[in-house]
């Protein structure tokens, strides 16, 4: 039997669900210390990571190093540059990419279009979310999917990382 | 000393920080007995609350029974009707209402507006927010503040409420 490919998200976030000022500046300069830390730790447990275009171009030092997966729409079939595949979803089937690569455990790791493309794929199997104590009240929402949708997730763990009170959350898709 | 009346909001939310399918459907079909169990439990140790209009046509009958008040563009000065009073903050200062009326401790029920008029009032002292492990994509965020601002909070505690992990978090204003 062959095992799926397990896909994880990883998102940190203010309290109220926002993931950044604007989408050109997806970089966590507002997220503690613990979170980079666990961050960081857990990585290395994954074949590869997603992220699209924005986020990539913010860590684009470090995500070359890594199997990495860019989604953009500049590109009309997978361009490989390195270690780095650049895919447009609209052409390409990304799944399909994944098992030829043979991708275990693959890390989303952002921004919100991307992590709306596996929910809505159904394709959202962990979600580790790290809520930072902070209130934004404006910003780029965590998820930016085109309509209200009900996804059940199950609370696995919470995890109380630093004296503030940042915390982590991870949910398991449950529907 | 005349002690400060000390505000605290109640929040239902989707991981993603959503709180309503749209702005006329704040009632929240999707929050889990055991919120609606803690909410109940809390409001008695409140004297107020304060509420926006489309909050308060959801829950009118059980409101009507409560000292509201209630956030409305529709009043030139502030109307009382039994225990509930229009008031328009565009003409009306709230806080002097709140300290002429003694109410020691409020409760802000939302929606989004209300909660970020004390947000950006810097009287948000307390922030109850209650994540139901469900992801929406889209929707009603739970701040609709006009700009990007960094509100700090601590966490005080943390209580999971049922097996499917519906969490309760107290947050306290920090800065």
Redesign the interface.
């Given at each position: 039997m062959f095992p799926r490919t397990k896909f994880t998200a990883f998102v940190a976030?203010?309290?109220?669900?926002?993931i950044a000022?604007?989408p050109k500046e997806l970089s966590s300069t507002?997220t503690s210390k613990e979170d980079w830390v666990f961050f960081q730790k857990s990585l290395p447990g994954f074949d590869a990571v997603v992220v699209g275009f924005n986020t990539y171009k913010v860590s684009e030092n470090r995500l070359k190093k890594r199997n990495t997966i860019v989604f953009t729409s500049k590109v009309k079939k997978p361009k490989k540059v390195g270690s780095v595949t650049f895919l447009n979803v609209n052409n390409s089937d990304v799944f399909d990419f994944i098992k030829k690569m043979n991708y275990k455990k693959v890390a989303i790791l952002g921004g919100p279009r991307v992590y709306?493309f596996f929910?809505?794929n159904k394709m959202?199997h962990e979600?580790s979310?790290t809520?930072e104590?902070?209130?934004?009240?404006?910003?780029v929402?965590?998820?930016?999917?085109?309509?209200?949708?009900?996804?059940?997730?199950?609370?696995?763990s919470?995890k109380?990382l630093n004296k503030?009170?940042?915390?982590l959350?991870k949910?398991k898709y449950?529907s």
């Amino acid at each position: 039997m062959f095992p799926r490919t397990k896909f994880t998200a990883f998102v940190a976030t203010s309290i109220d669900g926002r993931i950044a000022k604007n989408p050109k500046e997806l970089s966590s300069t507002w997220t503690s210390k613990e979170d980079w830390v666990f961050f960081q730790k857990s990585l290395p447990g994954f074949d590869a990571v997603v992220v699209g275009f924005n986020t990539y171009k913010v860590s684009e030092n470090r995500l070359k190093k890594r199997n990495t997966i860019v989604f953009t729409s500049k590109v009309k079939k997978p361009k490989k540059v390195g270690s780095v595949t650049f895919l447009n979803v609209n052409n390409s089937d990304v799944f399909d990419f994944i098992k030829k690569m043979n991708y275990k455990k693959v890390a989303i790791l952002g921004g919100p279009r991307v992590y709306d493309f596996f929910l809505k794929n159904k394709m959202l199997h962990e979600l580790s979310v790290t809520i930072e104590p902070l209130v934004f009240g404006a910003g780029v929402p965590m998820f930016t999917g085109e309509k209200f949708t009900k996804y059940n997730f199950e609370l696995q763990s919470a995890k109380r990382l630093n004296k503030k009170g940042t915390i982590l959350l991870k949910y398991k898709y449950a529907s």
